[in-house]
């Protein structure tokens, strides 16, 4: 075992154990604590424990990467992902809070009367949410894969098996106190390897600031023009102005990911957990208080990489015959990632040296080709190994990339967790004590939703081993069904004191219909590959629209259908209109109850 | 049905939450995405300043507004009386 294999296995190996003994120490013995840690989180504690719950695999170790190539249009998730709180504070988290049940099916049970909205909302919640678990799944296999240089199914079993201990056990409570831990190892796992890079790029220590600094090299040229320069010089789109797609899809893509981050029920939930309705505002502030820490870093994160990784292929001028790497000379991180499978070099012209260009610009590919390359050599660079990669790309020191390994995870198992509460929760909670078996005795509760948690890890450790996608492309289209189904519903219940039943049911249907057409249309039902239909239709056929951004348009027909239903459907009854003028006023929210 | 009072600090916080947004969807769909282009032919330090919106500058927005509309609600919780303990 090397050095760095031994450094990795302690840190995280002393990571895990914190945060089992935090589980431990904070074991729920009431439903109120498992569900919502007994209401009594501060706000700041509150809001880092969201932040982690929040940050997924997704946002550790994919989005940088996904910057990194998409440029300018990686905006989508660094806007997206973080606009989703502004909605959340003023829109959702204070009414929901001064309601004050447990589940986010409650509150859509209560507000549209009777269990039919109830079910069709757990539906949602469950499709959005393994939807998501899948992601993380991926995203735990994929740093194990490399760094415990174990296979992905055995790190894959070792996440579940972590998860199960600390997420059954210690409930929202346990949860809670462990994300806080979480959040500290990511944020300095994130922070620190950034810092570095931008101290040895542009002399600043703060990547924010060094982003839009000039080089170190002392050229005096600014760090982003250097980008756009060598990417361009390789066949490339200009960096700081690549658009995913079109403005049109990036619009729709972004508002879908805000939508869908308010209507994601794991992240709702985190609000019932404060003692008072000002605590849910300020709380939702202080999460992206401690988010945005992470995501200003993440654009200089990938920008940096790219850099990196272009220089450490093209050593010198482009189209000498000295000008790139030669591939007997490669770096040791190369290798590592090229075990994995994720890294990939053909030796397409026979000279020895990798060529790494954009052969798809026909332009540039002519050019190329006069000079001997036959086609980009880097035949498969994959995204997710950006961040994780970035430390040793950069020759940073081993406890350095240690230190990545430990928040990587750290980030995908808190978010496991706090998805799998949400699961267990409105399976034991809203299906069982809500409908079907209403006398069930706290401690019964409390049983079945330990065992209705234990069977969502082993279904989500299913799909993580046969997973679809990207980890934030399968994570964008979680976004897009609690954007089209739940956020609509719970909106238009606290603004609409119209919306009824019939209106409210319809709209979900409608909008996660939609979505789900589009999305499986696209990708194949269940992701299925062979399972697509209507492929004479093409791709992004509605607007040029990608199915992960699809969500917005469902969010649109579910407030549609859901209003003109209501409107030729019945007023609710007095008692619920009543109840939407309580939630709108702070006062008299007490602790909340079972029921 | 509601009385006079709670009407008007609904209406408050209506108009409020309008303002906030007005300004989230400047800074992020306008400033960011909309009106890139000619934003970009500014700089902000090294940063197109269409660029920094949409990777930086939006960010920053958001958490003000987050506790601005904090801030004010609170205010207006005790305006109308209908604050907590």
Known sequence: MDNLQLLTYIVVGATFALYIGIAIWARAGTTGEFYVAGKGVHPVANGMATAADWMSAASFISMAGLIAFFGYGGAVFLMG??????????????????????????FIGE????????????????????????????????????FLETSYEVGLYAGMGIVFIYAVLGGMKGITYTQIAQYVVLIFAYTIPAIFISLNLTGQAFPQIGLGSAMADGSGQMMLDKLDQVVTDLGFHEYTTQARLSGLNMFVYTMSL????????????????????????????????????????????????????????QTGEVGAAEGNLVYAERPQWFKNWETTGLLKFEDKNGDGRIQYYNDKNPEFAAKAEAWGWQGNEMVKVDRDIMVLANPEIANLPNWVIAIVVAGGLAAALSTAAGLLLAIASSISHDL?????????????????????????????GYLGLNPPGFAAGTVALAFGL????????????????????????AGMLAGIGVTLFYVFQHKGIFFIKDWTYLESWGQNWFLGIEPNAFGAIGAVVNFVVAYLVSKITAPPPEHIQHLVEHVRVPRGAGTATGH | MLNESAQAYWRANLRLVAFCLAIWFLVSYVFGILMVEQLNTFQLGGYKLGFWFAQQGSIYTFVILIFFYAWRMSVLDRKYDVHED
């Open chain 1, 258 to 313: 805000m939508i869908g981050t308010a209507g994601l029920p794991h992240v709702i939930i985190r609000f019932f957990t404060v003692p008072r309705v000002r605590d849910a505002r300020t709380s939702a502030g202080w999460a992206l208080v401690f988010i945005a820490l992470l995501y200003t870093t993440a654009p200089a994160v990938g920008a940096m990489a790219r850099l990196n990784l272009m220089n450490t292929i």
């Open chain 1, 111 to 146: 507000r549209y009367y009777g269990n039919s909205a109830r079910i069709v909302a757990v539906l949602c919640l469950i499709i959005a949410s393994i939807t998501y678990v899948i992601g993380q799944m991926k995203g735990i296999g994929v740093a194990f894969s490399r």
């Open chain 1, 432 to 460: 069982l004590k809500g409908i079907f078996m209403p006398n069930i005795s706290e401690r019964s509760e409390l049983m079945a939703s330990r065992i209705a948690m234990a069977g969502a890890i082993f279904v989500a």
């Open chain 1, 482 to 505: 609690a954007a089209s189904s739940i956020f609509p519903a719970l909106m238009m219940g606290i603004f609409n004191k119209r919306m009824n039943k019939a209106g409210a049911i």
């Open chain 1, 81 to 106: 992902w973080t606009g989703g709180y502004v909605l959340l504070a003023m829109l959702l988290a204070p009414y929901l809070r001064k309601f004050g049940k447990f589940t986010v099916p409650e």
